[in-house]
Structure formats: C-alpha cells, structure tokens
C-alpha cells in the first residue's frame, strides 16, 4: 500500500505566480533557459536552470558547486522577497493540467521513500549516475526538493478511483492558481484546507498497491540517495519523502519518442530501403504525398527516407508458441503463454530487428548515432532533420501505452532509453518541498 501525505510546501502568491512558473529544467537548455527568464528575476528558471545568472563563466560541467550555490541563492531570494510562501500546515493540493481541450487532474503530495524502495513507486527506465549525481547536489544545496516526480495510477485502479472521486468537490471550487503558459497549457491548483478531507484523500491511497513513475526516474533516484538511512534518529523526517503528482493512467496523454539516425551504415538511400524490405518480408510501401504518416498502430513504424515516408510492418513475437507455456497448475491445466512485456514493445522491435543488426546500433543510451525527438515537435521536425538536416534517416513510432508501462514496471522491467513522452509537462515553481529548517 501506498505511504502518500500532504506536506508543507513553498508556493508563489497568487499574483506572481505566472511569473514564477517555468518549463521543467531537462527540457530546455541553458540558451532557451536564460531566454525565457530574462527580465523576469521571479522566473524559477533561476533556480532550476541556475547556469543562467552565471554569465559569461557559464561551467561545461552542470554538476559545479558553483552551480548549485548559485541555485540555493536563487531560491532564498524568492523566499526572502516573498515570491514564494511556506503553507502554514500541511496539506494536499490538486493540479489540471489543460492543453487544446484535453485536460488531467492529479493529486500533488509526498511519497515515503520507503515505497521507492520496496518497489511500490515502480520504475520502468535506468538512470544515469552522472545526472543523479547532479540532482543530490543541486538537491541537497537547496534544502529542498524543487521539482515534482510525474506518477500514475493503473488505469482502473479502483483505490485511486476513490481517490479521485474525493478531489472533485475541490475542482468545484475556485482554483488558488490559475495561469496559462506561453505554450497554451492551463496549469490550474487548488489547496486542499480540509483536513477531514485529506485524511480521506490519505486512506484511499492506502489502499493502492503501486503507483509508476512516468517522468522523473533520475528526481526519485536522487531523492532516494538524500534521504539516506531512513532510521538515522538525527535526520529531519521530511529527507524520507519527495513530491510528487499523482494522475489516474486514463487521463495522460503518450507520445512517441521518436528516432533520427547519422547514417546508413555506408549504405545509400536505396539500399537501406532494400534491408529494411527483408526486414518486412516485402517492399516497402510509401505513403501518399500528403497523408499523415503516423503508424497505425503497434506493430508498425514509418521511416523517412528519399523523402519519403515508408510503412515499416515489424513482426510482434507470437504469443502461442507450444514451447512456451507454462506449467501445468494444481488442476492440470497449462497457463497461457504471456509474452515478454519488453521484447513486444515497438522501440524494442525497432532496436532489436533494424538498429542493431543493421546499422551497429548496439547501445542506444549512448552511441551518438541516434538521436531522440519528443513527438510533441511533430513530423514536420523529423523532416527538417532528415530532409534539410543532419541526420540520414528518421523512424516515427506508435506511442508505446500506458498499459505497456504498467506491464514493464509491474515485472520488475526496464523499457529501452526514450520510450515515452508524457505531455504536457509539469509546470516548474508551483510547488517546492523543503527538508530543512531554512525554510520553516
């Protein structure tokens, strides 16, 4: 069961809050960075991105103390001029998220480390030691957790579904902040004052199983690394959880993450489509000029080559080999085969039937010869890179299912590198969980 709870958390006024809501800090760079925040000395750009007040001695090496010192004093000095405020008591909050009449409404809490351990905040992706190594600094310099770990309820959970059904009589209400920014998204947050409530809001939670990480995997990793030993009597009790937003499955919006490559493998346009006909077992077929070349379903990827989108069908593992199903039960019985929640995946397909065996692509995570596009920048950036670019050829996925995260995560399992893009992100600057008492 699942140990969520409200916390004491460093909110902007009402009124500076469209200043002080920023993009996430891994998805711009310190040059979109220091554009977005400059003039506005509110932006929490200067927080999560403090390279940006560093000038022209900007480190190649984020991971400087100097710029997590630069961090820490970015984030007193809203303090101190009251741009952002402590909550006087603990307490949830709910967060809607709205873009082009689609919206998700999460629950923002703390989550025990403890549940990160023991496997009940599943993850699905690896982590890097050098980008966790970066936020237990940048984390620790501050005092506080600045930015939220995206988690999901499984679609039907029925725990979460009663947790849900408690938050809708606060969306009913005025919300404490309500902005839009640049990009067009509503970030909408109501404070849940009702303690009665939020004791309810506490035992519906219990009573989920697991909760999965969507987004954040290197936040929850360092956060884990922060709280240290969970018995240590000297530590503050709030190093033993990290913020979070918690949105029921059904309501978030998957992207592909789609795949760009340098080269051919010597080969020229031609006869990469030709190896990729006897990966398909026949020519492949072009799309009309014109027509959407999105997938159409799992199974399938497009390629851009010659200018061209090209339908790549790639075979799904069958799932009713003889050899592979299971043992016979108490009854005799014989349990269906299950496939592999990972080797179905079409990212893993993709790797394991083209880039690998024909282009040498063995590492993903870090041969520089493949690169990744959020698929929130659309196929016309594809065809920029390929057709006016640097790259040779471009792959457009069927975005992988919140399901199959649940599947991957549920086993134990890690998806290939870039598998998901979950949008719109969460605003940055709406919530800030301190650990220590320079806040209180």
Not at 377 to 387: C, F, N, Q
Request: charged fraction near 25%.
């Amino acid at each position: 069961m699942v140990d969520l709870r409200p916390f004491r958390a460093l909110r902007p006024r009402p009124d500076r809050a469209a200043a002080v809501l920023a993009p996430p800090y891994d998805v711009v760079d310190v040059t979109q960075a220091r554009s977005i925040a400059r003039g506005n000395p509110d932006s929490f750009l200067h927080v999560s991105r403090p390279e940006i007040d560093l000038g022209a001695d900007d480190p190649d090496d984020p991971d400087e103390p100097a710029v997590h010192e630069q961090a820490a004093r970015a984030l007193h000095d809203l303090v101190d001029r009251g741009v952002l405020v402590l909550d006087e008591q603990e307490a949830y909050a709910v967060y809607r998220l709205t873009r082009a009449g689609r919206s998700q409404t999460g629950l923002v809490a703390c989550v025990a480390v403890a549940d990160y351990r023991a496997g009940r905040v599943a993850t699905h992706e690896q982590t890097r030691r050098d980008k966790e190594d970066d936020r237990v600094h940048h984390v620790e310099a501050l005092g506080a957790h600045d930015e939220p770990v995206l988690l999901l309820a499984a679609p039907g959970d029925p725990g979460w579904a009663e947790v849900h059904r408690l938050l809708r009589g606060v969306v009913a209400g005025e919300p404490r902040i309500d902005v839009t920014d640049p990009a067009g998204v509503r970030h909408e947050l109501w404070v849940v004052t009702d303690t009665d409530l939020a004791e309810r809001v506490t035992a519906a939670a219990h009573l989920v199983p697991a909760l999965y990480v969507a987004d954040g995997h290197h936040r929850s990793a360092a956060a884990d690394r922060v709280a240290g030993c969970l018995d240590d009597p000297g530590a503050d009790p709030r190093r033993a959880e990290f913020p979070v937003v918690v949105f029921p499955g059904e309501e978030l919006l998957v992207l592909p993450y789609n795949r760009v490559v340098a080269d051919l493998g010597d080969r020229t346009e031609e006869e990469w489509l030709a190896v990729l006909a006897e990966v398909a077992g026949a020519p492949l077929q072009p799309y009309a000029e014109g027509r959407d070349p999105a997938p159409s379903g799992p199974g399938e990827v497009s390629v851009r080559a010659a200018r061209r989108w090209w339908r790549l069908p790639l075979a799904v593992p069958t799932t009713d080999r003889s050899g592979d199903v299971g043992a016979p039960d108490a009854d005799g019985e014989r349990t269906a085969y299950r496939p592999d929640p990972v080797a179905v995946l079409d990212v893993s397909l993709l790797q394991d039937r083209v880039l690998g065996p024909l282009l040498g692509i063995t590492d993903p995570r870090g041969d520089p010869r493949i690169g990744f596009v959020g698929g929130v920048h659309g196929v016309a950036e594809l065809e920029r890179l390929v057709d006016d670019g640097p790259w040779a050829s471009a792959v457009l996925l069927h975005p992988t299912g919140v399901d199959d995260l649940v599947a991957v995560a549920g086993s134990g399992r890690d998806m290939p590198p870039k598998s998901t893009w979950f949008e719109p992100k969460l605003g940055s600057g709406l919530f800030v969980h301190p650990f220590t008492a320079a806040y209180d």
